[in-house]
Structures are given as C-alpha cells and as structure tokens.
C-alpha cells in the first residue's frame, strides 16, 4: 500500500510539473503544460501559444469587440438573462462562423455568468493532404473575445488528453 501512494504521488507530481497558469485577463486564468510563447498582435489583440509536432495550444484574446460596448451595458441592464444569452449567444455564434464558415459543431457552456460555446472544426489545408482538427472555447466576459484552441493533425490519447486539460483549465477567480 505505502509503495502504491509512493508511486501516485510521484505520478501527480510529474504530471503537473511544468505546468503555467496564466492570467490572460483579470480574474480568467488558463493553466498550460509549459510555459507559452506571447503574442502580441494588433487592435490591441493578445495571444499565448505552444506549439509542438504533436499539437497547438492557443489562447487568442480580442478586446472591444463589441461596437458600442456603453450602449449594450445600458441595455443589458434591463434586459431578462434569456435576451441577454440570446445577444451574448448570437455574437459569438456571428464570431465562430466569421472564422470558420460553416464547417463546425458547436455546444454551449457557462463560465460564472459567461456565456461560450465549445466547437469542434475540420480545417483544410492545400499544401497538407490531412486536415487539421481543432477543439475550440469561444468566452464573451464584457467586451472581450477569449478562445482557446487545441489543435492537432494526428489523433493520439496523449494529444486529445492534452488538449482537453487546456481547454478545460478556463477558470475564473
């Protein structure tokens, strides 16, 4: 018995060795296996990305993205949760099929009060015969767009445990 928890312990400490949380926006934490390479990009646009043979870890965060942002918290505020998840829902919808197309399955979650949607997408590239697979969290918290993207071109456990971990490492404090 003393040798089995000797070995699990070892095993739990292992598998979290290396592991980076972050805070990519104040209050909302995304833990990585190592530590992610960070991106800025423009429109004040930020990402944080690990990318391997084996797969691709991205966070993508997007703020001010939605025009008028002071005239829907006004809104908002009078507004019954059911037309706020319908607004909220609908333009994360509009923002997945702006970057996908059709192409996707999509199913809702909660993070708190946040509404999101989890997608899975088959990505076609020319120059590769094997389309790359994605598993995606799309996140509005106020006026900001986060997604975190798991991505492979060869399924393996390993990898779809990885991807997993990420995607569901999304927490807020």
Excluded at 24 to 52: A, C, M, N
Excluded at 94 to 119: A, D, P
Aim: charged residues 25%.
């Amino acid at each position: 018995m003393k040798k089995l928890l000797t070995v699990a312990f070892f095993m739990i400490c292992f598998t979290s060795f290396g592991q980076v949380t972050k805070e990519i926006i104040k209050d909302v934490f995304v833990t990585f296996p190592e530590e992610p390479e960070r991106i800025p990009h423009e429109k004040g646009q930020l990402e944080y990305k690990i990318s391997t043979d084996d797969y691709l870890l991205s966070v993508q965060i997007s703020e001010d993205v939605l025009p008028n942002y002071s005239e829907y918290e006004k809104h908002k505020k009078n507004a019954t949760p059911a037309q706020i998840e319908e607004f909220e829902g609908e333009f994360i919808d509009g923002f997945i099929q702006y970057l996908y197309g059709g192409n996707f399955e999509k199913s809702n979650f909660k993070l708190g009060e946040y509404f999101g949607r989890h997608v899975k997408a088959e990505i076609t590239f020319p120059e590769i015969e094997t389309p790359a697979k994605k598993r995606l969290k799309f996140v509005l918290i106020n006026n900001t767009m986060i997604v975190l993207e798991g991505g492979y071109l060869y399924e393996s456990e390993r990898t779809n445990q990885i991807i997993a971990a990420f995607l569901n490492s999304l927490k807020l404090n």
